[in-house]
């Protein structure tokens, strides 16, 4: 059986010169490797309790997902703003050249749920670091944040330092 490392291809110079793209949709597109990563994903979750999985947009909706089905736990999406219809909570996060912000539903997390996050990739943690804060501000208690990859040279890890954090693959550059 193939290692999950060598299901995600890797592209230079992509989106712009010296960056290696971790291109995740080449995991996708074969169900070896979606099974894998996804059971790897959980695998990180073995001892954790926990009562909802909260996926970010949108790559921890693929993720999420299924992992939230497997354990038989509820599902929440934190989307871009403006994307969910009922009444919001939002969060703006730094980005590289600019800022974002997510939403999440006001009734999405009770006070006192245990809540795991789940993406596909830790860069600079900001998107997380953000997510995290909305479970919080909700009232929810992040019980852990899994990632697929982690680009560990961009330290996005430090923004979520309070946090158990775990990723499945560690990449050293960025």
Same mark, same amino acid.
């Given at each position: 059986? %193939?290692?999950?490392?060598?299901?995600? /291809?890797?592209?230079?110079?992509?989106?712009?010169?010296? !960056? +290696? =793209? /971790?291109?995740? #949709?080449?995991?996708?597109?074969?169900?070896?490797?979606?099974?894998?990563?996804?059971?790897?994903?959980?695998?990180?979750?073995?001892?954790?309790?926990?009562?909802?999985?909260?996926? #970010?947009?949108? /790559?921890? =909706?693929? =993720?999420?997902?299924? +992992?939230?089905?497997?354990?038989?736990?509820? =599902?929440?999406?934190?989307?871009?703003?403006?994307?969910?219809?009922?009444? #919001?909570?939002?969060?703006?996060?730094?980005?590289?050249?600019?800022?974002?912000? !997510?939403? !999440?539903?006001?009734?999405?997390?009770?006070?006192?749920?245990?809540?795991?996050? +789940? &993406? &596909?990739?830790?860069?600079?943690?900001? #998107?997380?670091?953000?997510?995290?804060?909305?479970?919080?501000?909700?009232?929810?208690?992040?019980? %852990? !944040?899994?990632?697929?990859?982690?680009?560990?040279?961009?330290?996005?890890?430090?923004?979520?330092?309070?946090?158990?954090?775990?990723?499945?693959? /560690?990449?050293?550059?960025?």
């Amino acid at each position: 059986m %193939k290692k999950i490392e060598e299901y995600i /291809r890797s592209i230079p110079d992509f989106p712009e010169p010296g !960056i +290696i =793209f /971790r291109d995740v #949709t080449s995991i996708l597109q074969d169900a070896d490797g979606l099974k894998l990563a996804i059971d790897s994903m959980q695998d990180c979750l073995k001892d954790v309790d926990v009562d909802v999985i909260v996926g #970010t947009e949108s /790559r921890g =909706f693929i =993720f999420g997902m299924p +992992i939230a089905y497997n354990l038989h736990k509820s =599902f929440v999406p934190v989307r871009k703003k403006g994307k969910l219809p009922c009444e #919001t909570v939002s969060a703006s996060y730094d980005l590289e050249y600019g800022k974002a912000e !997510i939403e !999440i539903h006001k009734d999405a997390i009770k006070p006192g749920q245990k809540v795991v996050i +789940i &993406d &596909d990739l830790i860069a600079t943690g900001g #998107t997380v670091e953000a997510a995290a804060k909305l479970v919080e501000q909700l009232g929810g208690v992040v019980v %852990k !944040i899994v990632f697929l990859m982690e680009l560990a040279g961009l330290e996005g890890r430090k923004k979520l330092e309070k946090y158990d954090v775990a990723s499945v693959i /560690r990449y050293e550059g960025k």
